[in-house]
């Protein structure tokens, strides 16, 4: 017998998403729709990871429960994995409406920014906002995330672009993942505009990023990642590969925004430098289609920011899974391009605008997320070993998930086996 501190039994659909831990690389093509469903569904865990996991009518001859175990039933409700955000910037100081209403009236996300809007709106409210309450915005985004069934989230900087407001971002980051029952994923994106105050001084930017910011953040172990928006306007191929082989060198996973408002060969880019992700791609080329496919690297879609930007284009989704490219779907929450910490409305719209399927976004917002975050042996799937993170739906069907969009379907959350919501 397994012995067990906590247990669920009759998930009408338990979806495993696989049930082998030690998967050999982020799921593509056919495997990103192959789920794993047991039917009436059960599963056990100690001490936060998954133990055991079966059908209902088998859980009694297996698992023995500890004398203060949490039991428990979904009433044939369907359960996943928790869900896993690969991109947000869920720290800011205040919210960008303004910049809403203009572009209702017309105005694009570009127009806005050059004219002094857009991130730089962010940058200044972030430096003049202190540390206490930075946490305390942070944790209510925080909160609005569990409640919608993601259970970890990766968190960006990218609001100071200086060494002491990324630093004061970075650590609110920090003690809002010591607080919070989710988990927080700490990436350094001080490339993520260049500041006003270097207007015409962009190179002197980028080598404060390299000699002194970077330094800082890893001394300091505040960051797991680095990431850097590589696009028109913003950094060029050769600023990005400056930054990008110093975050390396320093011990940094890589992560890029890019290819997302023009097409910049960034794709491939990001393949060659050995990222864990590249991001956006509403641009991408056909090349860094085949770079993509031919590297570990999980393309990150975001549609709720071509969604929420109303972007002129689509990226070929069909054609990168088709192509091989490992795909993952999150939110981008921020203030300016994506309002909301709703990781199935994002499933949801990679469904409608990018014509995904219910199962590739489910894999997409799990275990392809794990993978684009370097953590695919411990979250991502209800496999023997990994955490045991997940999501109790009010749904008989996983599709429901991705179908029903604009309410609220998580009944509840488990978070290394504990209660979350
Ligand atoms: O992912 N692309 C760059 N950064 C964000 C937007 C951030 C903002 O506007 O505040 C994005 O879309
Ligand atoms: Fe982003």
Request: net charge negative.
């Amino acid at each position: 017998m397994i012995e067990a501190d906590f247990q669920i039994v009759h998930a009408g659909q338990l979806v495993c998403i696989g049930t082998e831990r030690n998967e050999p690389g982020p799921r593509r093509r056919g495997e990103l729709s192959s789920l794993a469903i047991i039917p009436d569904g059960a599963l056990a865990a100690r001490d936060g990871k998954i133990v055991w996991v079966g059908p209902t009518d088998q859980a009694g001859s297996n698992v023995t429960l500890t004398a203060d175990a949490i039991d428990s039933n979904a009433g044939g409700r369907v359960v996943t994995p928790g869900l896993i955000d690969a991109h947000t910037h869920p720290v800011f100081a205040a919210p960008r409406h303004l910049e809403f209403e203009m572009r209702a009236a017309g105005k694009s996300y570009q127009e806005i920014a050059a004219a002094g809007g857009g991130i730089r709106t962010s940058v200044a409210a972030m430096r003049a906002n202190g540390l206490g309450d930075l946490i305390a915005k942070g944790r209510r985004v925080a909160d609005r995330m569990l409640a919608l069934g993601t259970t970890t989230a990766e968190a960006k900087s990218g609001y100071g672009l200086s060494l002491e407001a990324e630093i004061k971002l970075l650590e609110a980051i920090r003690e809002v993942n010591a607080l919070h029952t989710i988990d927080w994923v700490p990436t350094a994106l001080a490339a993520h505009d260049f500041p006003a105050e270097y207007q015409g001084r962009h190179e002197e930017y980028v080598t404060l990023i390299v000699e002194e910011i970077l330094p800082a953040i890893a001394d300091r172990r505040l960051a797991e990642f680095n990431d850097i928006f590589f696009d028109t306007g913003v950094f060029d191929r050769a600023q990005t590969e400056r930054i990008q082989t110093r975050a390396r060198s320093l011990g940094f996973g890589l992560k890029f925004h890019v290819d997302e408002l023009s097409d910049v060969d960034g794709a491939a880019l990001a393949a060659e430098m050995g990222a864990v992700s590249a991001d956006h791609l509403v641009f991408i080329s056909q090349k860094g289609i085949a770079a993509l496919a031919d590297s570990p690297t999980v393309a990150v879609m975001l549609p709720g920011t071509a969604y929420f930007l109303d972007l002129p284009r689509r990226p070929p989704v069909r054609q990168m899974i088709e192509a091989g490219v490992a795909v993952a779907v999150a939110t981008d929450c921020n203030p300016g391009s994506n309002m909301t910490e709703s990781m199935p409305l994002a499933m949801n719209q990679a469904c409608v605008l990018y014509k995904m399927s219910p199962a590739e976004v489910l894999v997409g917002g799990t275990l392809n997320a794990a993978w684009a975050l370097g953590r695919a042996q411990s979250i991502g799937s209800l496999a023997i070993g990994k955490q045991c993170d997940l999501v109790v739906w009010d749904a008989r069907d996983y599709r429901e998930i991705a179908y029903h969009y604009g309410v609220d379907l998580a009944v509840t959350v488990i978070k290394n086996g504990k209660v979350g919501k």
